[in-house]
């Protein structure tokens, strides 16, 4: 019987990783959750009410119900199963347990974070900032240098023998030899380099980094075009919108905060005539019955054009997009930042195509008849086209359907990836 199981998406997870290495080791039977849907399965209520932060990895004991998020913390508590330290993966003495916790803070506070902003802006989760990018590549070569400096003369990190420290410095180490570290870039960290190649090729790792076909970086992952961010507005954009206070310089903004508390600015949308058309009662409607025909019926007869608008929305730069999963990144780094655009709007956004060859395509319902400010404000607002469309043309009408089903004749291609915004 599993000893516990960890719930976390499991093709190719360093994170995971790491608790799936040690139970290796300990020959620990640890069940896994390949159904899980980031962004689904950890926003459930059920998985809420068990971990909170909505994060994996997180680990429930099959016996006792206890309960664990962090991955190194996971693979830190498996490691201590190990009756009588008998391959030592904690360490033999209190000095080398401080010493490798010493490690797996310093992977775990600095390189990782280093790098995952690197990451985010290169998979278009975060905004692309230039000064920001390279402070982290400049933190990245800092504690990798540091750490081939460390390597010098050591095979592992800790005493003569693979520890927990080595498991969770590989692990996080893996990304960034496959996505930022260079030929080049390896030669300036050897030390580094020869580790972690010796470590990937061990029969613990193997199973999970591939071994010897572990594809180090060939070329460098590169940040989203900064002008993308950087474009003027468009004439659509209803400025008017926008609430005074945002315009204010700085300092007199803080002046008057220290005054008195800002009063905080009526939504204009929440002052637009009442509508007939329910947001949360079709977002409801759409979440649990068929698009087609039966949700598309229903949004049909009841939509209303005087309170609600549609707009067609383009990525003004498909040319650009690769991979299928970077494109759909992209959308749900986008989604992410309208996030407060939740209660009046609604949006289903497409990647369309195939790797190498895809596109960015999708319909938003947006309250009133203009992009509203939730929408506009977000950094990358200005990579995608909004066009305002005739819902009453049932040409429109069917395309609206498709993309919101995902699937139909008037897709432009078929349908790779998406997101909806719900
Ligand atoms: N330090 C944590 C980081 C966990 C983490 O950020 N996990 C990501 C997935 S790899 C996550 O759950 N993200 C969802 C979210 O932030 O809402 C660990 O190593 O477990």
């Not at 009588?84 to 000095?95: Q, V």
């Not at 975060?126 to 920001?132: G, S, T, W």
């Not at 969770?168 to 580790?195: E, G, P, Q």
């Not at 992009?371 to 990358?380: G, K, L, N, R, S």
Request: proline letters at 7%; aromatic letters at 12%; glycine letters at 6%.
């Amino acid at each position: 019987m599993a000893v516990g199981k960890i719930y976390a998406p499991v093709a190719g997870n360093p994170r995971l990783a790491k608790s799936l290495i040690v139970a290796k080791i300990l020959g620990l039977d640890i069940e896994t959750t390949p159904d899980f849907v980031m962004g689904e399965t950890n926003k459930s209520e059920d998985f809420l009410s068990k971990f909170p932060l909505g994060k994996t990895p997180a680990f429930v004991d099959s016996k006792s119900g206890y309960k664990l998020t962090d991955s190194s913390a996971i693979a830190y508590h498996l490691a201590g199963r190990d009756e009588g330290n008998s391959k030592g993966l904690l360490g033999r003495t209190n000095e080398e347990t401080g010493s490798i916790l010493q490690y797996m803070f310093f992977s775990e506070a600095e390189i990782v974070p280093a790098f995952m902003e690197l990451f985010y802006m290169c998979e278009g989760f975060n905004p692309y900032l230039k000064p920001v990018f390279q402070l982290n590549e400049d933190r990245l070569k800092r504690f990798l240098g540091a750490l081939d400096h460390i390597l010098l003369d050591k095979t592992y990190l800790v005493g003569e023998r693979l520890t927990i420290a080595d498991i969770v410095m590989v692990c996080n180490l893996a990304m960034v030899m496959k996505l930022y570290a260079t030929k080049d870039y390896r030669k300036t960290i050897k030390n580094v380099t020869r580790y972690f190649w010796t470590m990937v090729r061990k029969q613990e790792f193997a199973s999970i980094f591939g071994g010897s076909s572990f594809e180090f970086c060939v070329e460098q992952m590169k940040p989203q075009p900064p002008q993308k961010q950087q474009k003027q507005p468009k004439e659509q954009k209803p400025k008017e919108q926008k609430p005074k206070a945002e315009e204010k310089p700085k300092a007199e903004e803080k002046a008057e905060e220290e005054e008195k508390p800002a009063p905080k600015p009526k939504n204009p949308l929440d002052l637009l005539p009442p509508s007939p058309f329910v947001l949360d009662d079709w977002k409801r409607f759409y979440s649990n019955n068929d698009t087609k025909p039966a949700a598309m019926d229903y949004f049909w007869k009841n939509f209303d054009a005087e309170g609600w608008s549609i707009w067609q929305v383009d990525y003004k730069y498909n040319d650009e997009l690769t991979l299928v999963f970077m494109s759909n990144n992209l959308i749900r780094g986008f989604l992410t930042r309208i996030e407060r655009a939740r209660k009046y709007a609604f949006g289903s956004l497409l990647t369309l195509g195939e790797n190498n060859d895809n596109m960015i395509h999708g319909y938003f319902l947006v309250r009133g008849q203009e992009v509203i400010f939730e929408i506009y404000d977000a950094a990358d607002y200005e990579s995608f086209q909004f066009t305002k469309v005739d819902p009453s043309d049932p040409a429109v009408r069917e395309k609206v359907g498709d993309v919101f089903a995902w699937e139909g004749p008037t897709l432009p291609k078929p349908c790779a990836d998406g997101q909806v915004f719900k």
